[in-house]
């Protein structure tokens, strides 16, 4: 993905990211995902289980990944997440992961919708819209 990134965090593979053939396992990179994602929404004083001050949360509803390179233990790794909106409740979430710097490890697309405290979907929140078109 090129374009402005809208928040990154780097992280650290441990020997638990590491599979059987030696490289970064598929799962480790869905934690780093989702570990990127809860500290984005912690940074704007929200969380997956509370996305709007009403106990609103956050639910995963597809997401796609494409490797590009492979990541070993003790490599340091870049995580770029940018919000862009897809539809009055959908929310991309687009996620660029980075190792030396600028060498492109995997992209990844998770499309998320917001549940009520009641379980009904709503719209994405205001502050998400604005972040996303800020991008």
Known sequence: MKGISMYQQNYQLSIRDINYANHMDHLALLNYLHETRVRFLREHGYSELDVDGKGS????????????????????????????????TRLIMLYSIYKDGDTLVANAEIRVAFLSAARKIIAIPDYLVSLAANV
């Open 57 to 88: 949360g956050l639910v995963v509803a597809d997401l796609q990944c494409s490797y590009r390179r492979e990541c070993f233990y003790g490599d340091i790794i870049r995580v770029e997440l940018t919000l862009k909106v897809f539809s009055p």
